[in-house]
């Protein structure tokens, strides 16, 4: 896949992947790509991303029912970051926000404080 | 800086932070930043980066005056990204683009077209 060649991977193999909601603008989400999440994504049109902390490809909403459908795929100045416009189902988190980026951090950095739309249930979705 | 306690930053001592324009809802970049691009940020209201490629602590916009003023700090579930909502002064790529991500992928990943707004010429801005 010719795309592939403008990507530049770094030494795990990997380019940041930033997910927005294509109709609102929100940004639901921050993950990781390989070359074979990359491929798969543009293939199926469905966000794929590689989860570094169990070490494997992931389609997102495999457990969750969440997908996320594609409708456009941008790609950054140095080509380490890519940008996924998507249609979300449900919630983008798995603690059952919309978006991942439900907290705001207050005044002065002293804390941060929950502001975002709760819209599932993750006992009920996860089991 | 109570906020740092919640940030989970890597091995290299970043977390990933995405540029979002506060008013339109573009996705303007990604960075990353340590503790210290962090704490100058909420502490000045201007955004600060890490530069990983020159190992540096770097206030966005210090050569072009494209100077991003933050309106909010998001952080996601995880603590590892940050999402900094700014107005963009110029634009927020060296390329001369508002955004970084002015390319977008072609079908079937042959490769991308160009599809974004260039604001600025940077011969002009950069010397």
Redesign the interface.
């Known amino acids: 896949?010719?795309?592939?060649e403008?990507l530049k991977f770094d030494e795990a193999g990997l380019v940041?992947a930033?997910v927005?909601d294509a109709a609102?603008?929100?940004?639901l989400?921050?993950a990781y790509m390989n070359r074979e999440a990359?491929?798969r994504t543009?293939?199926t049109g469905l966000a794929h991303f590689w989860s570094r902390s169990r070490g494997k490809l992931w389609l997102k909403g495999e457990s969750s029912g969440h997908t996320q459908a594609v409708r456009?795929?941008?790609?950054?100045?140095?080509g380490d970051?890519?940008?996924l416009r998507v249609e979300q189902k449900g919630g983008a988190?798995?603690?059952g926000?919309r978006s991942?980026?439900?907290?705001?951090?207050?005044p002065?950095?002293?804390?941060?404080e929950t502001?975002g739309e709760k819209v599932f249930d993750p006992g009920t979705v996860y089991g």
Chains 1, 2 share one sequence.
């Open positions: 896949m010719k795309i592939l403008s940041a930033v927005q609102s603008g929100e940004v989400m921050v990359v491929a543009i293939e456009e795929v941008r790609l950054d100045c140095d970051a890519l940008l988190c798995h603690t926000y991942c980026f439900y907290r705001r951090v207050l002065r950095g002293e804390g941060a502001s």
